[in-house]
């Protein structure tokens, strides 16, 4: 059965950084391209960036030059480095991985940015 559990998820202030983790089990972790999306309340769950299985990297414009996507394969964890954090940035937080026809979601992280 696929798992992932988030965290890292904190409150920040305007210009500071967090580091989100995802620890998945259940999967063969390697294979797998791994996500992370964020929710807004009120707004739909939007896609932040993508790591393949091969470590290629994409990421939504909003986050393009201030988040990074890493993977380590051994601790089967993927993560999410945020620098230059924006009030626009708080959300929930999930980790996401699409096996075949399904899409497999954690509980997701709060992550507030506020003075």
């Known amino acids: 059965q696929v798992h992932l559990v988030e965290s890292g998820g904190d409150l920040v202030q305007p210009g500071g950084s967090l580091r989100l983790s995802c620890a998945a089990r259940?999967?063969?972790?390697?294979?797998?391209?791994m996500g992370w999306y964020r929710q807004a309340p009120g707004k739909q769950r939007d896609w932040v960036a993508t790591?393949?299985?091969?470590?290629?990297?994409n990421y939504a414009d909003s986050v393009k030059g201030r988040f990074a996507i890493s993977r380590d394969n051994g601790k089967n964890t993927v993560y999410l480095q945020m620098n230059s954090l924006k009030p626009e940035d708080t959300a929930v937080y999930y980790c996401?991985?699409?096996?075949?026809?399904?899409?497999?979601w954690g509980q997701g992280t709060q992550v507030t940015v506020s003075s």
């Open positions: 996401n991985v699409p096996i075949g026809t399904k899409n497999y």
């Open positions: 259940g999967i063969i972790f390697r294979r797998y391209t």
């Open positions: 790591i393949t299985g091969g470590n290629n990297t």
